[in-house]
């Protein structure tokens, strides 16, 4: 019996291989032109020295320390995590809401899609648009104002709606909430039915119902939510700076006031540093939830 030749070429497992890596390569590329080579920039510039306003390439930890040793730099990041924690809870109480409304009390999907999509209407104007469009309302001589005045309720202009931590947590909360509606919205549509009327047949309230199977099968939803709004408040400077009339700054707001003094190694040792924080941040919350098993599990 003649024994058989095997043709040269590429093993089937081979072939696989570099049929994945094909497919991740464009996306590769993509990361590491556009997020990697930047963030290696910042880093390499943020050991930088710095003398009258010219970059020398000297390695230094000194911008670091100025960053880390700095009362304002704490001061900032106190301002930033209280109104992080503030918008945070606004948004989970509205989107919380919003999507379980969406889910579970319009019975016709269509109509629940058309008014979840109704709820993105407000970003096709720009989010400056949308952030002054409160001035208006919350100023001393604006509707808000004006109107309680008139119904009798107060005698003189309410001094806190406006240029105040209240009237930046409003805006912030316009401009976020979507970003909590949606991935809870997510997350409740991929729930089963048949579970409420399980828990409904165990003598469950509606409250225990809420509490002991939506709410842990949303988890994930939460967790997205929650770090989308954490990371776009931190990482925000104009809100804080127009709504709260400069009485409050922010971490980025800084970092920019360094580089329109051409500072360009302390800005980029804040932005490492803002970086690191954020980054644990995200990974402190994930810790909580295993996001992936959620998703995979949900399916």
């Known amino acids: 019996m003649a024994a058989t030749v095997r043709k040269p070429g590429l093993s089937p497992i081979m072939s696989a291989r570099l049929k994945s890596f094909a497919l991740v390569l464009p996306l590769a590329l993509v990361l590491l032109v556009f997020v990697v080579v930047p963030l290696a920039v910042v880093l390499a510039v943020s050991v930088f020295r710095y003398d009258n306003f010219e970059v020398i390439p000297a390695f230094t930890f000194e911008n670091y320390q100025s960053v880390l040793s700095s009362h304002l730099t704490l001061s900032l990041y106190l301002t930033m995590l209280k109104l992080a924690a503030m918008t945070w809870i606004c948004t989970l109480l509205i989107g919380y809401s919003v999507a379980a409304f969406l889910v579970f009390h319009v019975r016709s999907r269509l109509v629940a899609i058309g008014l979840f999509l109704l709820c993105t209407v407000p970003f096709w104007t720009s989010n400056v648009i949308r952030m002054i469009s409160w001035l208006p309302l919350l100023g001393k001589q604006g509707v808000i104002n004006q109107a309680l005045m008139a119904s009798g309720l107060i005698q003189e202009p309410l001094q806190f709606l406006l240029f105040s931590d209240f009237s930046v947590v409003v805006s912030y909360v316009h401009l976020f909430t979507i970003f909590m509606i949606v991935p809870i919205f997510n997350a409740m549509s991929r729930i089963d039915r048949s579970l409420f009327e399980a828990a409904h047949d165990a003598g469950a309230a509606r409250w225990q119902t809420v509490l002991w199977v939506v709410l842990p099968l949303t988890k994930s939803g939460i967790v997205l939510g929650s770090i989308f709004v954490v990371t776009l408040v931190m990482g925000d400077f104009y809100v804080v700076k127009v709504m709260s009339g400069g009485t409050d ?15 360009f190694p302390h800005a980029a040792a804040s932005a490492a540093v803002l970086m690191i924080i954020l980054t644990a941040m995200v990974a402190a919350i994930l810790r909580l939830v295993d996001v992936r098993k959620e998703l995979v599990s949900g399916r």
């Open 249 to 263: 700054a922010s971490v980025v707001s800084a970092m920019y006031d360094d580089i329109s003094t051409l500072l």
